[in-house]
């Protein structure tokens, strides 16, 4: 009996430790035969109601073992509410140079986010990001997946 009320004790534990907060914004983009082709820009649409508060922004890549770069450049094209855009490019760095993963490896696949902390947005509505992967080869091998995540900054936090 007591061995039973331990594992009870010990599962709700489990299960309350791994609730964690989830974020404001969260959605995945799913690339067909892990390539990611030149014409294909994944786009997430995000409604800002609290102009404020400040977000941080996280774009995970997730692709497998066999990537053959050891970074990737894409482009974030934002339109604000207002229909005003701008985009810029940004690095995102898969191997160190020793070859490496710079991302969290999980069997035969890796993880690198590209973050973007404390972060306000001026004007309230919809605004729309969309991710141009930024090489000239017409597709890019072995990328499963592009995760974009908004959390909110809560109050303290440095």
Known sequence: ????SNSVVLVIGLILSSCGETPFYKEVYSFENREWAQDV???YEVDIKDIKKEYD???SLR????YEFSN???FMKTI???GSTAREPFEIQITNEDGSWVGEKSGTMVTTNLYFRKRQLPLKGKYKFTIEQGITASKINEVLDLTFTIDG????EA
């Open 1 to 4: 009996m007591r061995l039973l």
């Open 41 to 43: 820009k994944p786009s």
């Open 57 to 59: 922004f996280t774009l």
């Open 63 to 66: 692709v497998t073992t066999d």
């Open 72 to 74: 990737l450049w894409v």
């Open 80 to 82: 604000a509410p207002d």
């Open 153 to 156: 900054v809560k109050e303290g």
